[in-house]
């Protein structure tokens, strides 16, 4: 099956309101060529230089997101064009993502990214680290990010109910810090999580943002 056989098959077996980023990190430009001239228009790239050089060759509308671990010191060559950054797991990245927004003149949508895995390796936040961002006077006065939902990784396991719980964690913390942070926010609606392996139980779980490498573009 094509690339572009793919992708189609994959956007008729999700919701139509389930957004699909497909994973194009250690892909060629030419391979993310093939998946935009098929109507990708959403990849997802977990490293800043990659991310930069894929922009620069590729069609400039192209909504780029980046999903892997950002350090503070890298934000500025993704700030002038980042669409989402699925990654903030600390105060003083979001305060440097605040920063070079301003630098751009413009506001930059942002995913709390949440350790929701049983496994230690994963980056994320926890509940508590969260509201402390989201209650803490400075987060107000950042007028350069938007925080438009809440990111996660399940463990990596054969064991669909852990998979399942963990998601439904995530799910949960999103209906609560939407309900106490972002009542009246329209923006505040993104729930990603699921990936190839998992991207099934996800939706069920109330996923509205898939992120799909290997299925799509095949094994890294
Ligand atoms: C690589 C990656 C994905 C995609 O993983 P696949 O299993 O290839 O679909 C999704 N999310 C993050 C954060 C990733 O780093």
Redesign the pocket.
């Known amino acids: 099956m094509s690339l572009a056989d793919r992708i189609h098959l994959l956007k008729k077996e999700i919701p139509q309101d389930v957004v699909l980023v497909a994973?194009s990190?250690t892909k060629p430009a030419a391979l993310i060529q093939e998946a935009y001239d098929a109507g990708q228009r959403v990849f997802?790239e977990?490293k800043v230089q990659e991310l930069v050089d894929k922009w620069e060759v590729l069609p400039k509308d192209i909504a780029w997101h980046l999903?892997?671990h950002l350090q503070s010191n890298k934000v500025k060559y993704i700030a002038p064009f980042v669409s989402l950054i699925?990654s903030v797991d600390s105060f003083k990245l979001l305060q440097e993502i605040n920063k070079q927004g301003e630098k751009n003149n413009r506001v930059i949508p942002c995913l709390l990214q949440f350790h929701i895995a049983q496994e230690e390796t994963k980056f994320g936040l926890s509940f508590e680290e969260a509201e402390e961002i989201l209650q803490s006077r400075e987060f107000v006065e950042m007028h350069h990010i938007s925080i438009v939902g809440l990111m996660g990784?399940a463990s990596f396991v054969e064991n669909e109910e852990q998979i399942r719980d963990e998601f439904r964690n995530l799910h949960n913390y999103f209906a609560i810090l939407k309900s106490n942070y972002f009542k009246y926010n329209p923006d505040f609606k993104v729930l990603s999580m699921g990936?190839?392996?998992d991207y099934k139980l996800a939706i069920e779980e109330g996923s509205t943002m898939i992120?799909?490498?290997?299925?799509l573009f095949g094994s890294?």
């Open positions: 994973v990190k997802g977990n999903i892997g699925h990784m990936m190839s392996g992120r799909v490498g290997s299925s890294r």
